[in-house]
């Protein structure tokens, strides 16, 4: 049975290889270290989730983007699905020696869909769609799915002390090609696909290390990823 739902799942973690050329050193290995929350109002249908995100073109130091974004939560009743609205703020970082930073306010929809394979298998699809104010360019939106599959190895739930193999593949897509002075971007953003192992502490508190390999029409390069998974 394990083995017939892998390879249903092998083909949704595929991903295009691209021709990169950039200044960026994709050979060096970056750095992210995350923070995720999300709390609930009481007994109700509503809540609160958020993030923090300290990206490193290196393994620190070298700044790539910082992110801080939260947003408020509704479950309905009956119902599979969490649907959030929220803002963004990102401070992103040139590559090398340089100091310069750009900034970027953003606001989200979100639809998260937990679904459970068999006993084992904990499968996740995530509907994101973005409204981007980015410094110096003009007004654009992107489209983004990410599909996460998480799989204890030491029991068989994700409860307290579970070991588990965390995998995800996420694809964004541009909504408005032109952003100003004659300046375009391509349909297709990026790719990150990412594998990791997590360790639940206890119920509501998890964390993972692990490796995300971030492709665009112009590069590939691969992020070890630190993070912090905390409900409350």
Same mark, same amino acid.
């Given at each position: 049975? +394990?083995?017939?739902?892998?390879?249903?799942?092998?083909?949704? +973690?595929? +991903?295009? #290889? @691209?021709?990169?050329?950039?200044?960026? /050193?994709?050979?060096?290995?970056?750095?992210?270290?995350?923070?995720?929350?999300?709390?609930? @109002?009481? *007994?109700?249908?509503?809540?609160?989730?958020?993030?923090?995100?300290?990206?490193?073109? /290196?393994?620190?130091?070298?700044?790539?983007?910082?992110?801080?974004?939260?947003?408020?939560?509704?479950?309905?009743?009956?119902?599979? &699905?969490? +649907?959030?609205?929220? %803002?963004?703020?990102?401070?992103?970082?040139?590559?090398?020696?340089?100091?310069?930073?750009?900034?970027?306010?953003?606001?989200?929809?979100?639809?998260?869909?937990?679904?459970?394979?068999?006993?084992?298998?904990?499968?996740?699809?995530? @509907?994101?769609?973005?409204?981007?104010?980015?410094?110096?360019?003009?007004?654009?939106?992107?489209?983004?799915? #990410?599909?996460?599959?998480?799989?204890?190895?030491?029991?068989?739930?994700?409860?307290?002390?579970?070991?588990?193999?965390?995998?995800?593949?996420?694809?964004?897509?541009?909504?408005?090609?032109?952003?100003? *002075?004659?300046?375009?971007?391509?349909? @297709? *953003?990026?790719?990150?696909?990412?594998?990791?192992?997590? %360790? &639940?502490?206890? /119920?509501?508190?998890?964390?993972?290390?692990?490796?995300?390999?971030?492709?665009?029409?112009?590069?590939?390069?691969?992020?070890?990823?630190?993070?912090?998974?905390?409900?409350?």
């Amino acid at each position: 049975m +394990f083995k017939k739902h892998i390879l249903l799942l092998i083909p949704l +973690f595929l +991903f295009l #290889n @691209f021709n990169a050329s950039a200044q960026v /050193d994709e050979d060096q290995t970056g750095a992210w270290y995350m923070y995720f929350w999300n709390t609930s @109002f009481g *007994d109700s249908q509503w809540g609160l989730q958020g993030d923090i995100q300290y990206r490193n073109w /290196d393994l620190g130091g070298d700044l790539e983007q910082l992110l801080i974004r939260g947003g408020l939560t509704y479950s309905p009743m009956n119902a599979d &699905v969490k +649907f959030t609205l929220g %803002y963004g703020n990102i401070t992103s970082g040139e590559f090398g020696d340089g100091n310069e930073t750009s900034g970027e306010s953003r606001i989200y929809q979100e639809a998260l869909l937990p679904h459970k394979l068999s006993s084992r298998f904990y499968l996740t699809h995530r @509907f994101r769609y973005e409204q981007r104010w980015v410094e110096n360019q003009d007004f654009r939106t992107r489209y983004r799915y #990410n599909i996460f599959l998480n799989v204890p190895l030491n029991q068989a739930n994700l409860n307290k002390d579970a070991v588990y193999l965390a995998l995800y593949n996420e694809i964004f897509i541009n909504g408005e090609r032109e952003i100003g *002075d004659g300046r375009s971007v391509e349909l @297709f *953003d990026r790719n990150r696909f990412y594998s990791a192992l997590g %360790y &639940v502490i206890k /119920d509501n508190l998890k964390v993972q290390a692990g490796y995300m390999i971030q492709t665009t029409d112009a590069l590939s390069k691969g992020q070890v990823q630190l993070s912090l998974h905390h409900s409350f």
